[in-house]
């Protein structure tokens, strides 16, 4: 027999050892899930409720840069240079518990606080695409 585990007490350390080992390994894997979920909130975002849009961008752990733009003009206004960051497993903007945001995977929606619901830019350029394509286009220069 092993001489660590010769007696009941040593086995029992050897296993309470073992358990919070694998235990340490679990919450690792957990919040490394968790920040790999988070990141899906990186890129380029089109307001679907008004001229806004943000671009965000990973800048440390659990950080994410995110600049909000107005395009009411015909210039690009900065509005928000703020950070999201990960906070009791949700996404803050700044450091107001009051401003959420939050991803949904499925809608493919991202909501930042008070600046209200983002959609993809490339998805919505996806769309804008396809309606150009639908359109009936004449090329021999005939007229209805």
Known sequence: ????????????????????????????????????????????????????????????????RILVFDHALCYRRLVQDGIVSLRRHRLWLGADDGNRVIYDAAAETLTVGCYGR?????????????????EACDFNGEEA
Not at 32 to 48: F, H, M, N, T, V
């Open 118 to 134: 983002f959609l993809p830019e490339d998805a919505v350029r996806r769309q804008e695409d396809d309606a150009i394509v639908s």
């Open 1 to 64: 027999m092993n001489d660590n585990l010769s007696t009941p007490a040593s086995a029992v350390a050897a296993l309470q050892q073992e358990i919070r080992t694998r235990t340490e390994v679990i919450r690792t894997l957990a919040d490394l899930r968790e920040q790999l979920d988070a990141d899906r909130i990186c890129g380029s975002w089109l307001s679907a409720e008004n001229n806004l849009s943000a671009s965000i961008r990973r800048i440390g752990d659990g950080m994410w």
